[in-house]
């Protein structure tokens, strides 16, 4: 009888180890390492852009840098690094992420709880819009805006009106996360760059819970408190990633 007991102990501790680990109604995430074997190629990136938001489209990378005085948005040629367009924002703005949405740019700014919509084809500003707080990151999922601005809260915004259609908070391994900056959406959930940190992280849109963290520590240019990680871009036809930080010499191409 003691034999038995021990022997379906065991079977059920195997079958365990075999699926995924959930406690509490929540999924237990652990940290994925990405190293330079995941880099397919790097791409020259401005060493001067505080970057803010990324993506990337056509073969064109479209930037937001930040900084008083000194934010802009840029469209940039893939392959030489070289800057087609740019415009600037007024002095009294600091730019943060953006989206393309509808054939137009989405992009939000840090304190003034203000975005611009701009025309894709000559960065003609077509129209304001107010946020509700900060704004930190943007992408959208083709039907909303959804926006980050550094707690654990996103927000998702009708891009019409610009009311918020309804809010998620995110969650790792049942802790609140915070600091969720610059955004992506990706394979269907969110990807996340989560700020003083070199982690990348994948949000369900639905529960808010974190669904996987990738540590790109031995990628990241990282010396300093300023220059952290902030870009992602999803190259939707090749299903592959493209990742920059703030004042970093190179965008890299990764297989993730």
Known sequence: MIFKIINITFFNFFILCLIPTY?????????????????????????????QGIVYQNEYFFESTGGWGTSEIRKINKKTGKIINFKKLPPKYFGEGITIFDNKIFQVTWKSKKGFVYSINNFTLMDEFKIYGQGWGLTNDGKSLILSDGSEKIYFLNPKNFEIEKTISVSLNGNKQIFINELEFARGEIWANVWKSNEIITINPLSGQVTSVFDISKISEQKDIDDVPNGIAWDKVNDKFYITGKNWNFIYLLDI
Not at 29 to 51: G, M
């Open 23 to 51: 406690s509490m109604g929540f999924l237990i995430v652990e940290k994925r390492e990405l190293s330079q074997a995941n880099i397919i190629k790097r791409y020259n990136h401005d060493p001067s852009a505080f970057t």
